[in-house]
């Protein structure tokens, strides 16, 4: 299994201004995932952010909005961009360790972000 | 496109009442399909999953089984718990995850 913490744990920002998000893993693993829950909505795979390599991104989602980083094993960023409210959310991070189990995923306990 | 549909909620139980939430599913190929579940302040956890048709996944009471003629994997308790009150997931592949259902269980 692994254990994840996010940071942080939720924020009030203004239109326009922008948040970084991190995400920290207790060990280290390939595949790390970025996710956004609306409220009354599931999960919405925003990108896999993969270490040593660019983030990849799902349709609706773009680097200009959503830059991510992976500097390394254990830890990625996920910065929301000039933000509005439509960007009101919860962002989760989230791991796929190699193995049998490759496609479970571990969850943070998620960043809940409100916009003004 | 792949897509899971989830029984919505909110849904409330007294506790030892039977629970039944619902999952269907559009994919292409043979999917392994998941149920998580979120308790109130914590991250999303799996809570079991399964793999191939007729396949029963199990876990802390709970059963799922896939059903690949009805393309379902309906998330069943015998008798839930106060302490079973979370919301839950059901989830196709790794990335496709349905809206979610509330349980709340009354003493």
């Known amino acids: 299994s692994a254990v994840i913490s996010q940071k942080p744990s939720r924020d009030i920002c203004q239109r326009g201004t922008s948040l970084t998000i991190q995400c920290q893993v207790d060990s280290q693993v390939t595949m790390m995932f970025w996710y956004r829950q609306q409220p009354g909505q599931s999960l919405t795979l925003i990108a896999t952010?993969?270490?040593?390599?660019?983030?990849?991104?799902e349709s609706g989602f773009v680097i200009d909005k959503f830059p991510i980083s992976r500097p390394n094993l254990t830890f990625s960023t996920l910065t929301v961009s000039n933000m509005s409210p439509e960007d009101s959310s919860i962002y989760l991070c989230s791991v796929a360790l190699a193995g049998p189990a490759y496609n479970e995923q571990f969850f943070g306990p998620g960043t809940r972000l409100t916009v003004l | 496109g792949d897509s899971v549909t989830q029984m919505e909620g909110p849904v409330t139980l007294s506790e030892e009442a039977f629970l039944t939430i619902n999952c269907t599913y559009t994919a292409t190929g043979y999917p392994s399909l998941f149920w998580y579940v979120q308790y109130p302040g914590e991250g999303l956890q799996l809570l079991l999953k399964a793999t191939k048709a007729d396949d029963k996944g199990s876990n802390k009471g709970f059963e799922a089984t896939y059903r690949k003629e009805t393309t379902s994997f309906h998330l069943e308790k015998g008798s839930v718990q106060v302490s079973d009150s979370a919301v839950y997931f059901c989830a196709l592949y790794q990335f496709y995850f349905g809206t979610g259902t509330s349980l709340t269980v009354i003493p």
């Open positions: 952010a993969n270490q040593g390599s660019e983030a990849t991104y």
